[in-house]
């Protein structure tokens, strides 16, 4: 029986509540057909254990999420209480969390079932996504930096509690949702987003809704840059009534630099506590202190992580925090402004898979998978619904 031959987890969750499929049914037939090369671990026996627990709640007739009965993969720097959670380094090998990130006990009190931990570069330092599709049914959540074959909401920065999840970059990362399509991507940021008082950063009021997303006589601009790229996703936003214009954008090529020294700044203050004492992998070798701190941040982190902990290390010293790190917070700076008085002229902004410009600014975008490469669309702070209504343009209409 194909279970999930449909790619929308939002049609087969209501199948489990219409009683023509069951939760166990569901779940086992998910973890047959995964790619194991993609995760780090695979809950088996724990997600068909909570699936059988969850047919007996939706027995009894107890009202859950849309998205209920669904399996759900996370990247492996989400903590999960009981649950090893590494983000691929040997620094945290061994590491089982005593509690659950804000997303993991949201994700279980609406009823979805964390089948595995992706597999990701260590501490999410580089541009994948994940290792390869999280399954048939796609839905994933973590950290978005490039494209990855799904649908994805990478949200404004503070929109989804960042508590529990083990983070380098601490400005710069947001979780997002991952899916087949926009509308199990909505259903699943819904369940996510919202406040949460354990996470400073975390400003959004209540949860995003997107009951109503209609979105009529969209303005998308385009980078000069850029317009090649995305040439074919321009042309069907023109024929579904949306203005396509083109403009230079401003600040291009400082952008990823001003990143790359924020992200390498964070990332050496971050991961300063895995020192072989207080936290994560000890070397067997050290014999004195000193020896301690070297090896085991020697042997723990990897190459990648490495370079950054030193070009951090290097940006942030005395002697050259102005000349670096100051001005790298003053171009996102200029960026935001930049993006603001874009938004003035634009609803959307039109460009390759990028994010390095939307986790520099906050800024909310969505993924959209067309051929080889997809797109993204960026918007305004807080303007999802915007973003999702013109996925749903593309994806419904177009497609």
């Known amino acids: 029986m194909e279970i999930l031959q449909e790619k929308s987890a939002l049609k087969t969750a209501a199948a489990i509540r219409e009683k023509k499929l069951s939760v166990t049914e569901v779940i086992g037939d998910y973890l047959e057909k995964i790619q194991a090369s993609a995760y780090i671990s695979i809950l088996k026996e724990t997600a068909l254990e909570r699936a059988r627990e969850l047919q007996s709640r939706i027995d009894k007739g107890e009202t859950l999420s849309p998205l209920a009965g669904m399996p759900v993969a996370l990247k492996d720097n989400i903590s999960t209480m009981g649950i090893k959670t590494t983000c691929a380094s040997k620094m945290l090998g061994d590491y089982i969390p005593v509690f659950s990130a804000a997303v993991v006990e949201k994700l279980e009190q609406a009823g979805l079932i964390i089948a595995g931990k992706l597999n ?223 938004f003035e002229r634009f609803d959307l902004i039109l460009s390759p898979v990028n994010t390095i410009s939307v986790n520099l600014t906050g800024l909310p975008a969505v993924i959209l998978p067309d051929g080889q490469n997809g797109f993204q669309l960026i918007g305004d702070a807080f303007c999802e619904n915007k973003l999702i209504g013109a996925a749903q343009i593309y994806q419904g209409v177009l497609s």
């Open 120 to 342: 990701m570069d260590e501490f999410d330092s580089g541009d994948s996504c994940s290792a390869g599709s999280p399954g048939l049914q796609g839905l994933a959540l973590g950290s978005i930096k490039s494209y990855c074959g799904l649908t994805a909401i990478k949200p404004t920065y503070g929109s989804v509690s960042r508590y529990g999840i083990i983070s380098i970059s601490s400005s710069l990362e947001q979780t997002g949702v991952m899916g087949q399509n926009i509308e199990d991507c909505a259903a699943l940021l819904s369940i996510v987003s919202g406040p949460d008082n354990r996470d400073s950063t975390c400003v959004i009021k209540k949860p995003f809704n997107f009951t109503s997303t209609e979105i009529k006589n969209l303005r998308i601009g385009v980078p000069y840059q850029d317009k090649d790229a995305v040439n074919a996703a321009a042309k069907k936003f023109k024929v579904a009534g949306c203005s396509i214009e083109e403009f230079d954008m401003p600040l291009a090529d400082y952008i990823f630099p001003a990143y790359t020294i924020i992200e390498a700044a964070e990332t050496s203050s971050n991961l300063a506590k895995y020192d072989g004492l207080k936290f994560g992998y000890r070397s067997a070798n050290a014999k004195t202190l000193s020896e301690v701190y070297r090896l085991s941040r020697s042997e723990g982190f990897g190459l990648n992580i490495k370079r950054k902990i030193m070009l951090g290390s290097f940006v942030l010293s005395s002697d050259n925090y102005d000349a670096y790190f100051k001005k790298a917070l003053q171009i996102r700076t200029l960026v935001r402004e930049a993006y603001k008085k874009l």
